[in-house]
């Protein structure tokens, strides 16, 4: 499953705020036709792609502008594990190795443990193109469309502890001994997500669990956690209002701690 192919699209979200979004040939999200990026990916589901955000206040966009890196985003809405590990090696099989990325930067958050559940194999390419069409169209559609869950939670409010033997972890296994993917490339990042009172899900036993499963397969994540909850009780504007995905502060972040290391700056 991809975006749509070489659209420049605006949309409407449930704020009554506008967001625009152009796709090239391989239906990626880009900044404009005329980048062509090769020397960092980002990839991973809404949180990469920018969902809900303008261009201009992207994570692709910040590195662009602030730090004069060109990213090639190959990240889509509601993509799990599975999908974004296919997505790449997609993308590396495509791509002649001279094209090679030097680095790998992946968004990682909880929401997978749901789309990995969910993400039957072929389906999502085919009804893809007809929930894109009626997110356009229909009005009536969108009022109704949910926001994804980031989570599950108990009957207190306390988002669920996913087990070890989850097809997100057997996933991740796949994915990061997979000999195409270049594993000593790959790099995670991740923030915390927006709780359903819209603060920072700081109950969310899963990043740190799974930043212990990162650390045993030999990576060192960047949590951005704590500048998160930084960010919000500053008033940034964190997450979408109303919506959950990250909001132009968040994306910043993103894009500052991703040229941070990519740059090796102190």
Sequence with gaps: MRLCPNRNETFTRADGKTWDIQTNQFGE???SKDTNPIHL???GDSMAMGYGLPTNKTPAFYLKSKYKIDVRVIAVDAIGTNGIYQFLKESFDSTIREDHPNKVYWIWNPSDFIDDEREKKGIKK???PIHYHLSRNSILYHQFLPSPKANVYTSSGIPILYPKDHITYSNLLKFLNDPIIPKEKLNILFSWGMSRVG?????????EEAKKFF???GMKPIDLRTKTEILFNEQKQVYIPGDGHPGPALAELFA????????NLP
Excluded: C, E, M
């Excluded at 603060?199 to 990043?207: A, F, H, R």
């Excluded at 500052?256 to 740059?263: E, G, R, S, T, V």
């Design 256 to 263: 500052d701690a991703i040229a941070k290391d990519f740059l």
């Design 199 to 207: 603060t920072p899900d700081t109950k969310d036993p899963n990043y």
């Design 41 to 43: 990916w980002l990839i």
């Design 29 to 31: 999200r880009i900044l």
């Design 215 to 217: 650390i045993g397969q």
């Design 126 to 128: 085919y009804l893809y």
